[in-house]
């Protein structure tokens, strides 16, 4: 059997007719396609329902075919082409479920571009594609035409923000000049600034960073909304951070010219106690909000013991490494013997092993959610 597939991605045909989809048949594909013509004249996808009707009679006409031939029309959502792939997916299924045959069933895809040709691994999955028929509406070559077609293409958002920005940047150039001359800035600063700019721009268009950027805001503001305690204690464990970084960095400015050891050693004497007490401070921010949430088990408890131990245990051999060194009297230094080595390893070790050891019994004598069972 062949099924001619109509695909509408973004759904134009259950957005401007009250068709409900999808449409399986001769008669209702053709009644789809004049309703979506009378509803939205320019709409490129009554098209592909007229030419899928055509192919289905073409196909049925033809002796050489030799199979039952069908025409449906399937459609996605707005927004989102994963969605739009799945609706399609799960509409195809219908489709497929409909057909009383038992003869194995392959499609031909008719489209109009390549937006829609995304969803053929979708239709591939579900059933055998013979081929694919992208519909190209003719139009006339004269001035009018192309005019037109201009307005409808700088219509789109997405269309005017890629080919308008860049645009508008470089027609800017002169005037920036001309400002520049009047305040005697030299006009390779403002050619660099505006390459800059258009450089930046392209490269988050090209690379996909506006989604990112755009997601990462998202998350932002329901962190706000959510009023979560991880954005405050985030905010004190980066403070915490850059304090240590400056406290280190000015420890290694204490000695004249040290050695790349040396330089590690005295940074992360300095800092690792301010590093820690980030950590601490972000880690318990993440354990209240997982209270909140009702998620808390109790080893999340172990990472700010984990913290404290791993930062006695660098303070401890960073202090004992300067002490090897030589590097005593230094203000903010304090070097360890041996014997004092010994010590913080140990006790580093075991905060760590008893803090596992104790939150691994009390989530076993004191379960925080009922774990599920396996049948």
Known sequence: MLLVLCVDLDDDLGRKTRFDTPVVGRDRVEAA???????????????????????????????????????????????????????IGEEIDRVLAGLSTGENVSAIVITDGAQDESVLPVI??????????????????????????MKQVLA?????????????????????????????IPGAAVLGVISALLGLYTLFRGLGLETVVDDAVGRGRDILYEGRVTLITYVAALALMTVGGFRGVALVNELPDPGLPLVLALFVHGAVQWFAAAGVTSSLGQVTDEYLAERFKWRYLNAPFYVVAIAIVLYVVSGFFL??????????????SAADFAVGLTVGTLLGVFSTLAFAIAESRFPTSVE???G
Do not use: C, K, W
Request: charged share 20%; no cysteine; glycine share 8%.
């Open 372 to 374: 599920p069972t396996r």
């Open 323 to 336: 002490n090897v060194n030589g590097v005593a009297g230094v203000p903010g230094v304090r070097t360890f």
């Open 124 to 149: 591939r999955s579900r059933v055998p594609i013979d081929s694919v028929r992208r519909v190209v509406v003719r139009q006339a070559q004269d001035l009018e035409s192309i005019y037109y077609t």
């Open 33 to 87: 396609a004049v309703a979506l013509a009378t509803a939205d004249p320019e709409d490129s996808d009554s098209n592909v329902l007229f030419q899928g009707v055509h192919e289905h009679d073409a196909l049925s006409a033809d002796p050489e075919v030799g199979q039952q031939v069908e025409v449906a029309a399937v459609t996605g959502m707005e927004g989102s082409d994963v969605q739009a792939n799945r609706a």
């Open 156 to 184: 789109d958002p997405e269309t005017r923000g890629t080919i308008l920005v860049p645009l508008g940047i470089l027609l800017l150039i002169y005037p920036f000049l001309t400002i520049a001359s009047a305040f005697d």
